[in-house]
């Protein structure tokens, strides 16, 4: 029930326009199941969304070549039956605009539409301990309250440029990935720079080469990338697929892996055993890799079981792949400059293309190594390196977000006793479960730091968390609780689990953005929980059993 002016909050300036069971930050997949989902329970909640329309990350990156990295059977929502059955995806990875369509089909298939706000920028979210209320307001002049808050902000949502001296003086024309233009760009005739070769990067060089006069690549970082192997999907083979869907879907959700597997036609009947680096001769070793790399895409990395913790494992699928370059790439200077070489494989996100290294053998494509001649600072006309100055018509970036916190941090959100989350978070962000943070009842956090999150298929891990928000708040209401809130202790203990898990990886070695080691002074923590989708997913589970462990109620 929506109730008009019901509160008065005299030192805020905004008065309370209405009020909600739930308010949702956010219009992305997250932000679009969990309303479904609290629309089931029979509750009230209005989303509030920056861009005008639904999609998020999707709804954001546009840039060239802009792809999931996940296969689109396993990247879609498994919640309704009839849904799967009817979307029709046409390649083996959905292009971003594809995806697009998909997210708006949701919101309108599920009348989700009318209790979206775009356009609105959520700017506070203040917890009340008096009304057990958050009281949350927009940069544009919203201020509702909700009994809930639920931060389904995203992990990559606040893009980060690049601290070079005279990025701001370029005259030409500039553009980034993750606000790119809605309208076609045309890099016809022009000269091209591209700072960035993350995914991002990865993803849109191969494109913007083939439209370009020429393109220059700044590369700082060298990063690992496995071909996709993308093609039309058979629609055959996405009939029997489909057919089995709901097994399909069951081992996306229980596997120890990242939610990515099991796309043969015949779903998976048990849990695979990880193939192990010391049971395999070096022959066999390059065979295991050959038939991963010719399948395509990330499964790569889940090829030899143990790569991400032992170094031996993975130095050697990290030979197999510099193999690989320097067979494809047919100058040897630039072979060995795109050759990763100051971090162990897949301790990085690992990148999926099409035709990447390829590229490097057109006449119109340069690299610059970044390592060898630093940018020393951008002019009007183009970017002096430490070697010497590129003219540019054209510069896009492709350098990365502040990852997992950025969206929360960028708002003011205020939980008991005025703690400020940036507060709590100072040393890094501590959450319980990745879903709850102490001090701040009745807040959700949808993928958040300390949940699986970016390691994982979103998709999965977004219906997850909200089928367990959903849950939680069911059991609350059953019980006659108003308030949540994660045990102290109990996040301690769950932080340090996740640390302890990664710790005994080797993802602590790959100084990315999983630890924050992009953005400067963000604490160095590893924020997502590496253990496998499967094994959160019973954990999660347990604390429901238990009677939701870690958590405290009140009425
Ligand atoms: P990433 O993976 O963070 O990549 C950002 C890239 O930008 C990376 O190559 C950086 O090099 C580079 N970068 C950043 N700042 C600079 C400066 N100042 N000079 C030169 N190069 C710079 O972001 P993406 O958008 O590609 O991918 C993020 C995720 O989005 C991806 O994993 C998918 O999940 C979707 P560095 O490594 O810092 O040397």
Redesign the pocket.
């Given at each position: 029930m929506v109730i008009v002016n019901d509160l008065t909050e005299p030192d805020m300036p905004r008065s309370i326009e209405a009020s909600f069971d739930a308010v949702i930050v956010g219009a992305g997949f997250a932000g679009l199941y969990m309303l479904h989902r609290l629309r089931g329970l029979g509750l009230t909640a209005r989303v509030f969304e920056q861009a005008s329309d639904v999609g998020g990350t999707w709804y954001w990156n546009r840039y060239p070549g802009a792809r999931c990295?996940a296969e689109s059977l396993a990247y879609s929502f498994a919640f309704s039956e009839d849904l799967e059955q009817e979307w029709e995806w046409t390649e083996r990875y959905s292009p971003q605009a594809e995806i697009l369509q998909y997210a708006k089909h949701v919101a309108e298939r599920f009348d989700l539409l009318r209790d979206i706000r775009f356009g609105r920028r959520v700017d506070a979210a203040t917890w009340s301990e008096s009304k057990q209320r958050w009281t949350i307001t927009t940069e544009q002049g919203d201020k509702v309250t909700g009994q809930y808050c639920i931060m389904a902000t995203g992990c990559?949502s606040v893009p980060?440029l690049?601290?070079?001296e005279g990025l701001e003086s370029f005259a030409g024309k500039r553009y980034q990935?993750?606000q790119w233009p809605h309208q076609a760009v045309s890099f016809k005739g022009q000269r091209v720079g591209i700072?960035?070769?993350?995914?991002?990067?990865?993803q849109a060089i191969p494109v913007i080469a083939r439209d370009a006069d020429h393109l220059t690549v700044?590369?700082?970082?060298p990063?690992f990338s496995v071909p996709a192997k993308n093609s039309l999907l058979e629609q055959s083979w996405v009939r029997q697929f489909k057919a089995n869907y709901r097994a399909h879907r069951n081992n996306h959700r229980r596997g120890l892996g990242s939610g990515f597997g099991d796309l043969d036609i015949e779903p998976l009947t048990e849990v695979q055993e990880p193939i192990l680096m010391e049971s395999l001769s070096s022959e066999q070793a390059n065979a295991v890799l050959q038939s991963a790399w010719d399948r395509g895409g990330a499964f790569f990395m889940g090829a030899i079981g143990d790569a991400m913790m032992n170094e031996t494992a993975n130095s050697f699928v990290q030979k197999f792949v510099h193999d690989k370059i320097k067979q494809v790439v047919k100058d040897p200077q630039t072979a060995a400059a795109l050759c990763p070489d100051n971090h162990p494989i897949g301790t990085?996100?690992i990148c999926v293309d099409i035709d990447y290294f390829e590229t490097y053998n057109r006449a119109n494509v340069r690299l610059l190594n970044?390592r060898q001649s630093p940018?020393e600072q951008i002019t009007a006309t183009g970017i002096q390196t430490a070697a010497e100055f590129v003219e540019l018509d054209t510069l896009v970036l492709?350098?990365?977000?502040d990852a997992m916190t950025g969206a929360l941090l960028a708002m003011d959100i205020v939980g008991t006793g005025g703690v400020k989350l940036g507060d709590a978070w100072s040393e890094g962000p501590k959450a319980y479960l990745g879903l709850s943070v102490n001090g701040f009842p009745n807040l959700f956090t949808i993928t958040g730091p300390g949940s699986p999150s970016?390691l994982s298929n979103m998709l999965v891990s977004i219906e997850q968390h909200v089928d367990w928000i959903t849950d939680c708040i069911t059991y609350m209401q059953d019980k006659g609780f108003r308030i949540c809130t994660a045990d102290k202790m109990a996040q301690k203990q769950w932080v340090g689990h996740v640390n302890d898990v990664a710790n005994g990886t080797l993802f602590p070695k790959g100084g990315s953005?999983y630890l924050g080691a992009?953005v400067k002074g963000k604490p160095r923590v590893f924020m997502p929980y590496a253990a496998g989708v499967g094994p959160y997913r019973e954990i999660c589970d347990q604390v429901v059993e238990d009677g939701y462990t870690g958590f405290q109620f009140s009425a």
């Open positions: 990295d990559l980060q690049p601290a070079i990935a993750s700072i960035g070769t993350g995914s991002s990067g990865i700044f590369q700082r970082t990063n990085r996100r970044l940018i492709a350098t990365g977000f970016v953005w992009n």
